[in-house]
């Protein structure tokens, strides 16, 4: 289901005005899409935040004069700092069309030891029915060992869901990491005696 937040239309513009609007705890957006002139609004800021906690989060827009239109989050912008909401572009869409939309990958389960998992692409870009675009795609590699690899085309995606990205893309492998050996008291043993064989050689040569 939609989050339904009640916006308003951004009638000032400018660095200023962006900077009273966060202060009143609110954040600057654009709309666009289908071909429309970009609509630039006010949204609710803690209602916001709480629904940007999903990247593609699908939003329901009310507008002044009970206009609403359904929109899905396309770009966020943060405080570099605070990781505060700054700007929010959003995209129209209508029910029943296709979306493209980057979703995140995330592994569940645990693999052999000593093997670790490495999530090699972090999202997977699908079309999806844009009323029902998923949090995430969830791997699972319980008992999975060294060697294992799963690339995109093998992924078992959410009901309804295109893989758009391409199907040889390498998204999660299982190795054992590599840890630097130290010098072993043999090696450094040998470091020494061969400095100890440089320095006579040096002497030996000083003294003829």
């Known amino acids: 289901m939609p989050e339904t937040l009640n916006v308003e239309l951004r009638e000032e513009f400018g660095k200023g005005a962006a900077r009273r609007i966060r202060a009143?705890?609110?954040?600057?957006?654009?709309?666009?899409?289908?071909?429309?002139?970009?609509?630039?609004?006010?949204?609710?800021g803690h209602e916001t935040a709480l629904a940007a906690r999903n990247p593609n989060a699908l939003l329901e827009l009310s507008l002044p004069g009970d206009e609403s239109k359904l929109a899905l989050i396309k770009d966020i912008q943060r405080h570099p700092l605070k990781r505060t909401l700054?700007?929010?572009?959003?995209?129209?869409v209508r029910r029943g069309e296709k979306?493209?939309?980057?979703?995140?990958?995330?592994?569940?389960?645990?693999?052999?030891?000593?093997a670790v998992a490495f999530v090699e692409a972090q999202t997977l870009t699908l079309s999806v029915d844009a009323l029902k675009v998923p949090e995430q795609v969830e791997i699972d590699v319980e008992g999975q060992e060294e060697g294992y690899q799963l690339f995109a085309g093998d992924v078992t995606l959410p009901e309804g869901a295109e893989?758009?990205?391409?199907?040889?893309?390498l998204v999660v492998s299982v190795s054992v990491p590599k840890v630097e050996e130290e010098p072993t008291d043999e090696d450094g043993e040998d470091v020494e005696a061969a400095e100890g064989e440089a320095a006579e050689g040096e002497e030996s040569s000083e003294e003829e």
């Open 86 to 92: 700054s700007h929010l572009d959003l995209i129209v």
């Open 163 to 169: 893989l758009v990205t391409d199907a040889e893309l």
């Open 24 to 44: 009143e705890h609110k954040v600057p957006a654009v709309l666009y899409g289908h071909g429309q002139e970009p609509i630039h609004l006010i949204l609710p």
């Open 99 to 114: 979306v493209e939309v980057d979703i995140p990958v995330i592994i569940t389960g645990e693999v052999t030891a000593p």
